[in-house]
């Protein structure tokens, strides 16, 4: 099976209130329940926000650490899944779910598999 990344993009900004949240979460646990029971699931994250990242930038044989996101954007990645699916088809179908969970754009792309 071929890995795939599902990558949650979640507008800047505070979170929604504790109770539109909640509702979201719980029907992202539920795919999630449903990646395990079918075998997909590999793992997932969250991340804190966009501006807690530190960038570092290779140049001039020196390395530049820059505080924030990589790009400047209204939106940055809020997590990921990573899931094992047949196909392409099977992880957009899998994307599509978490799609309308977390009621985010997902991104999915596959992974590049290891060549020994």
Same mark, same amino acid.
């Given at each position: 099976? /071929?890995?795939?990344?599902?990558?949650?993009?979640? @507008?800047?900004?505070?979170? @929604?209130?504790? #109770?539109? *949240? +909640?509702?979201?979460?719980?029907?992202?646990?539920?795919?999630? $329940?449903?990646?395990?029971?079918?075998?997909? !699931?590999?793992? %997932?994250?969250?991340?804190? #926000?966009?501006?807690?990242?530190?960038?570092?930038? @290779?140049?001039?044989?020196?390395?530049?650490?820059?505080?924030?996101?990589?790009?400047? =954007? /209204? #939106?940055?990645? =809020?997590?990921?899944?990573?899931?094992?699916? +047949? $196909?392409?088809?099977? %992880? *957009?179908? !899998?994307?599509?779910?978490?799609?309308?969970?977390?009621?985010?754009?997902?991104? &999915?792309? @596959? &992974?590049?598999?290891?060549?020994?």
């Amino acid at each position: 099976m /071929k890995h795939y990344m599902l990558t949650v993009y979640q @507008p800047d900004g505070p979170a @929604p209130c504790p #109770e539109h *949240l +909640e509702a979201i979460m719980r029907d992202v646990q539920a795919v999630n $329940d449903d990646l395990r029971a079918a075998g997909a !699931w590999v793992f %997932a994250a969250g991340l804190h #926000e966009a501006s807690t990242a530190t960038v570092l930038r @290779p140049g001039d044989g020196e390395v530049l650490t820059t505080d924030g996101p990589f790009t400047e =954007g /209204k #939106e940055h990645m =809020g997590g990921f899944t990573l899931i094992q699916a +047949e $196909d392409l088809d099977a %992880a *957009l179908g !899998w994307g599509r779910r978490l799609a309308e969970a977390t009621t985010l754009p997902i991104e &999915v792309r @596959p &992974v590049q598999e290891r060549v020994d």
